[in-house]
């Protein structure tokens, strides 16, 4: 770093911190001058000398990250999905705890070096005290999202780094741990910001379900669409309906400020309904949230009950959305084979053959496009072979840490690794036993896992972690795919000898774009979608621009857009002006974004950051240029977050 650098940032700090807080006459935002006012006057740090940076040895740390262990497991899975974001562009993800700890560290491998040599390792400690304004530690004081772009920092030998950083809360409104995306960026990004919040917020709504996984969590929102998304409400309640905890989601949603007070408010007291209502509710689903609605003015929510796990104290996430046993006979949820086709060749086909196999020891190995309806599908077969009181039991490969996947499914004894339940926990096989087990997403499994699956599908037996007795099992085994395993065994991404154990049989769902009996799919979804309701019907018009969409996110995106058209329709009729906007306006002169079939399928932070583009290039009319100098980023680095998230544009700029 040149001299005069060094000279012209320490005057400008100066400056700030002399004139006694009048923080108008200097080019820093108030919460940076805050803090270098902090460093000086509270902390007596200079911010030209080079004091020693202070790293915590391997007891001490393990110190530190042993109380946040289950936030750990939860955050890494995340701050993976963060960094993959992000890969690159020279970043590197951080996870420190209320104190400015470096707890967890993920580094593009341009920038772990360099990343070191300053002190972004583990155990270092990036709180104010002792690292001067920085994204962790001033987060940490600030308790918002912040962004620290170069010579906002305040000891001149960390002016070369952007740090965006995020908060990540408890249940009780407390400061938990800190999230952050670190690099040497020229620019101030502040959709890294974004995104980092966004992750934040993922990694708190996760913890707050850990938290109360022994509890009653209603997950609700205004759209059901945004249940499951960082943007849900969730509760936490007791079986007589009082209310435990809330997220800072649901916070917003009710306009209180913080957790102490909705905490004792009984669920009545913010829903026309109660505990027993929802407990028994027999409808149910990821699919099909029930309407709420609010006690003072009436309007309508949507929202699932979740149960509780009954276990104790575990690091172990669930599997996300994974679809709880069938119970009840007459769930409408449940739908037979002969139920999920309406004239279709390939989907008469698939009905065909998953009916003559359903009662034989046969694996079935289902492809399809995300969203095309595999674990419907799958949940059909099980009902035809097995009935509704057999357990149906769904592990979604792609969703769980390639740390946790061998404990989620096999299991694990108690004392089998820190951080484990005291009583151990029964993994996914052998909560499967006796029914039926679907491996969602079986493409997206670490190649050093399919060894055990393999073992256990030819000797019918399980191993826990920890474990020396092997258990038998009888499972009926359903796999699902967006991928060709074909090629991934070619590729030396999957074992060939689990491939054609799987494919005992393999059938394709063919994506809603492609099925010839659209027209009568639409009505049934919106059958299924008004459920007890009023009858609705779909204009002839509205119901000629859903057959002509293309439909990227297949039935799933459907139910959604249908569930939308139902709330915005004044009447019984459907017509074009209650259909989503991306349905019925297309962009002028661009294409909508489309879906390339081999992609995988998006997280959920990968979805919202999807949105947030699109919403930026319909903004400047799909004017590339306009739309990175808005987010802060480069074109090329637009074009390439285009090209990852499956965004396609026809138009020239």
């Not at 799987?502 to 919106?526: C, M, N, S, Y």
Request: proline letters at 5%.
């Amino acid at each position: 770093m040149e001299r005069q650098e060094i000279l012209e940032h320490a005057r400008q700090v100066n400056a700030v911190v002399g004139l006694g807080g009048a923080i108008e006459a200097v080019e820093v935002g108030p919460a940076i001058a805050r803090s270098w006012n902090r460093c000086a006057h509270d902390f007596g740090l200079d911010p030209v000398k080079d004091e020693p940076i202070v790293i915590l040895d391997n007891h001490e740390l393990k110190d530190r990250q042993g109380p946040l262990e289950p936030l750990r497991v939860i955050a890494k899975g995340e701050m993976a999905t963060l960094y993959q974001q992000l890969a690159g562009s020279g970043f590197s993800v951080l996870l420190t705890d209320r104190e400015g700890v470096v707890l967890d560290f993920l580094g593009d491998p341009t920038f772990s070096k360099t990343a070191a040599e300053c002190g972004m390792v583990e155990g270092a400690l990036w709180g104010e005290r002792h690292q001067g304004t920085n994204g962790m530690g001033t987060c940490a004081i600030e308790q918002r999202p912040i962004l620290v772009h170069h010579n906002e920092h305040f000891l001149t030998r960390n002016i070369g780094l952007t740090c965006s950083a995020a908060p990540i809360f408890d249940s009780e409104g407390g400061l938990l741990a800190v999230l952050d995306a670190s690099s040497f960026s020229h620019m101030a990004q502040q959709h890294t910001l974004v995104l980092v919040n966004m992750s934040a917020q993922i990694i708190e709504n996760r913890a707050f379900l850990c938290r109360f996984r022994n509890q009653y969590a209603l997950r609700f929102h205004s759209r059901p669409e945004l249940i499951g998304t960082l943007w849900e409400g969730v509760l936490a309640l007791d079986e007589e309906g009082n209310i435990l905890a809330a997220n800072r989601s649901a916070l917003f949603q009710f306009g209180y400020k913080k957790p102490a007070d909705m905490v004792g408010l009984q669920l009545r007291d913010l829903f026309n309904t109660g505990m027993s209502a929802l407990i028994g509710h027999k409808n149910l689903s990821w699919l099909n949230p029930v309407p709420l609605y609010e006690a003072r003015q009436g309007n309508r929510f949507f929202g699932l009950m979740r149960p509780p796990e009954h276990q104790g104290p575990s690091a172990v996430v669930p599997a996300r959305r994974a679809a709880p046993a069938i119970t009840v006979p007459g769930n409408p949820k449940i739908m037979r084979l002969e139920e999920l086709q309406f004239g279709d060749p390939t989907m008469e086909y698939n009905v065909r053959c998953a009916k003559r196999v359903q009662d034989h020891d046969i694996p079935i190995l289902l492809y399809g496009e995300t969203g095309t309806g595999k674990e419907i599908f799958a949940q059909a077969i099980h009902y035809e072979h097995a009935g509704a009181n057999r357990p149906f039991v769904a592990v979604n490969c792609a969703s769980i840490p390639e740390t946790l996947i061998e404990s989620e499914l096999f299991g694990y004894k108690s004392g089998a690794f820190t951080g484990a339940n005291r009583e151990g926990r029964r993994g996914k096989i052998l909560q499967a036993n006796g029914g039926t087990l679907f491996l969602d997403e079986i493409g997206d499994m670490p190649i050093m896992l399919q060894a055990r699956l393999l073992r256990v599908l030819e000797e019918r037996e399980v191993i826990p972690l920890g474990g020396e007795v092997p258990i038998k099992v009888d499972i009926k085994l359903i796999s699902a795919t967006h991928r060709n395993l074909k090629e991934l065994v070619a590729e030396g991404r999957f074992r060939e000898d689990l491939y054609y154990r799987l494919q005992g049989i393999a059938l394709t769902l063919p994506p809603l774009r492609e099925r010839q009996d659209k027209r009568d799919l639409i009505r049934h979804v919106l059958a299924m979608e008004c459920g007890t309701r009023e009858e609705a019907v779909l204009s002839e018009g509205a119901l000629r621009q859903l057959e002509a969409y293309s439909w990227p996110g297949n039935i799933r995106q459907l139910r959604n857009v249908l569930r939308t058209a139902l709330a915005m329709r004044e009447g019984r009729e459907i017509t074009t002006y209650d259909l989503l906007d991306e349905i019925s306006r297309l962009t002028p002169g661009a294409q909508p974004a489309e879906c390339i079939t081999e992609a995988a399928p998006l997280s959920s932070l990968e979805t919202a950051e999807r949105d947030a583009i699109l919403h930026n290039l319909e903004k400047f009319r799909w004017n590339v240029t306009l739309a990175a100098r808005h987010l802060g980023i480069s074109r090329n680095t637009l074009y390439r977050k285009m090209k990852n998230l499956n965004i396609r544009i026809n138009k020239e700029e």
